[in-house]
């Protein structure tokens, strides 16, 4: 399970306020404690701090904002932890956000981190996890269909940019997951993107369809809830990489999300 490391649930009703203004510039303090079913003044000394909410009203108030059923979760027990009247449900509290905090981590690319990702050096990413880091070029030219040679040089960017270490006879990922911190992609992003849109559209044609799942919808769109969109489906990708990507696995899949617009501006 994943959530936003929020430390307050205060933090939680801000986000919701700013989502939905963000969607409907016209959306004010008066209609977010409307839709929650509290006073304006109420929600306003709630924010600030002066006030807090019973454990009930938590369960209320949460089933009634647009999060994720972890989140939803973490709003009740940070509402727990903090005003809960025995010790022990605050004690219960703690160790369920202890549980939902258990997340994976995540590196900020460096610049030359980015120039070197692709779709092989990402796979051989993966295959460190899957041997417990006891890989050799060998093994990954089996595994990935690629030259000695090859493998080689992608083990060799791989540490030079320290998204690997080699540490006691086997090599390590510095961290879980990594990403750009780059708006604009680079180059190299934007071949691996390709790659991937390539590797999938042969997937299609080569893998039968028990080994793989391909699915494509076309729906109509309200443009200003693009941000919104990219947001869930971001959640979404680290949601599902993290159920299905732990520890355990024993093949490299392509995991992949496009949304675009298909129409003239």
């Known amino acids: 399970m994943t959530a936003d490391?929020?430390?307050?649930?205060?933090?939680?009703?801000?986000?919701?306020?700013?989502?939905?203004?963000k969607r409907n510039p016209a959306y004010s303090m008066s209609a977010f404690a409307r839709d929650l079913g509290l006073k304006r003044e109420m929600l306003s000394d709630i924010l600030s701090g002066r006030y807090g909410i019973s454990v009930k009203a938590a369960q209320r108030i949460a089933e009634k904002m647009n999060l994720s059923e972890v989140t939803k979760k973490v709003f009740f027990n940070l509402v727990?932890?903090?005003?809960?009247?025995?010790?022990?449900?605050?004690?219960?509290a703690a160790e369920r956000l202890e549980e939902y905090y258990q997340l994976p981590t995540v590196q900020e690319l460096s610049e030359e981190a980015l120039s070197i990702m692709s779709v092989t050096n990402v796979a051989i990413l993966e295959l460190i996890t899957i041997n417990g880091g006891l890989v050799d070029s060998e093994l990954i030219s089996t595994r990935l269909s690629i030259t000695k040679d090859a493998a080689e040089k992608s083990l060799s960017e791989l540490l030079r940019t320290k998204i690997i270490a080699f540490q006691q006879g086997k090599y390590n990922r510095v961290n879980d997951f990594i990403r750009g911190s780059r708006a604009v992609p680079t180059k190299a992003i934007r071949e691996l993107h390709d790659n991937i849109l390539d590797l999938s559209k042969k997937a299609l044609i080569d893998k039968p369809i028990p080994k793989r799942k391909i699915v494509s919808a076309v729906i109509s769109f309200d443009i200003n809830r693009l941000e919104e969109a990219k947001l869930d489906i971001e959640q979404f990708q680290k949601t599902f990489a993290t159920k299905y990507g732990n520890d355990g696995g024993n093949s490299v899949f392509a995991f992949a999300t496009q949304f675009f617009r298909l129409d003239g501006e």
């Open 80 to 92: 727990a932890l903090k005003h809960a009247r025995s010790p022990r449900d605050r004690n219960l």
């Open 5 to 21: 490391k929020y430390t307050d649930f205060r933090e939680i009703l801000d986000a919701e306020l700013k989502v939905r203004s």
